[in-house]
């Protein structure tokens, strides 16, 4: 890469870093979904399929908060940005499916709150382009 300025090549080593800290959380959280969807498609009914998520949402605070408070705005939004690359779906959704619309809401104003959206598409051809570019490197170790 060419870098016109010192500026830009801070801020590109400064997002390279930050999308090797926050890439493997997003895989984590890819694997943990699919696991609990497939789960909960084994599950007989609403009632025990809601037991599951709040077990699950319980277990998943305890394991990641810590984690998650290390993290720092930009990398919270470039997080946000990485799970709806792994799952094709924004977090908004994600939220929304497993803990229904009312909590989707207050998580969606929550990150508002603080110049983030859970509504953000990632887009790997425009905005994120760069993005793209490092997590591939990264897969493919050569970053």
């Avoid at 998650?68 to 990398?75: I, T, W, Y």
């Avoid at 905005?127 to 897969?139: A, F, K, T, Y």
Wanted: no cysteine; glycine share 6%.
């Amino acid at each position: 890469l060419k870098f016109r300025n010192d500026k830009e090549r801070k801020e590109y080593y400064r997002l390279v870093y930050n999308v090797k800290k926050t890439f493997p959380i997003s895989q984590e959280i890819n694997r943990t979904i699919i696991e609990t969807y497939e789960y909960l498609e084994t599950l007989p009914n609403e009632k025990i399929r809601q037991k599951h998520i709040k077990r699950v949402e319980k277990g998943l605070k305890e394991q990641y908060t810590a984690r998650m408070k290390k993290l720092s705005f930009a990398q919270g939004k470039l997080l946000i940005k990485l799970v709806d690359r792994q799952s094709n779906q924004t977090s908004y959704e994600l939220v929304k499916a497993f803990m229904g619309p009312f909590k989707a809401g207050l998580y969606q104003t929550f990150a508002g709150l603080f110049g983030a959206s859970l509504k953000k598409q990632y887009d790997p051809e425009g905005d994120d382009r760069m993005i793209e570019r490092i997590v591939l490197q990264v897969q493919n170790g050569q970053l």
